[in-house]
Nanobody, 115 residues
Framework: QVQLVESGGGLVQPGESLRLSCAAS????????TGWYRQAPEKQRELVAS???????NYAASVLGRFTISRDNAKNTVYLQMNSLKPEDTAVYYC?????????WGQGTQVTVSS
């Protein structure tokens, strides 16, 4: 089992920044993929950014150039730096990891962008 704990969400104004953290614990060996997803009310969950074990990254077109995914292996933590936030970024953000044997979701953290 892998436990994921997201943090760093909150209420910000348009144009401001937040950094989300996803801390992994438990049987974390062989994790080869970590993704940040988000789900807005009445919308489907969507991929925001992902990072593979070889450090390849991918971003949704809507966040490219504003968001950056990174990780600190020593802390078993993956970050999502979100700059120039927009109201349409408002959603619950979830961390997801994949390893041999399955995938695991965190509980989510709320991000609200509003003036």
């Amino acid at each position: 089992q892998v436990q994921l704990v997201e943090s760093g969400g909150g209420l910000v104004q348009p144009g401001e920044s937040l950094r989300l953290s996803c801390a992994a614990s438990g049987n974390i060996g062989s994790i080869y993929y970590t993704g940040w997803y988000r789900q807005a009310p009445e919308k489907q969950r969507e991929l925001v950014a992902s990072i593979f074990s070889d450090d390849n990254t991918n971003y949704a077109a809507s966040v490219l150039g504003r968001f950056t995914i990174s990780r600190d292996n020593a802390k078993n933590t993956v970050y999502l730096q979100m700059n120039s936030l927009k109201p349409e970024d408002t959603a619950v953000y979830y961390c997801y990891v994949r390893k041999s044997g399955g995938g695991y979701w965190g509980q989510g953290t709320q991000v609200t962008v509003s003036s």
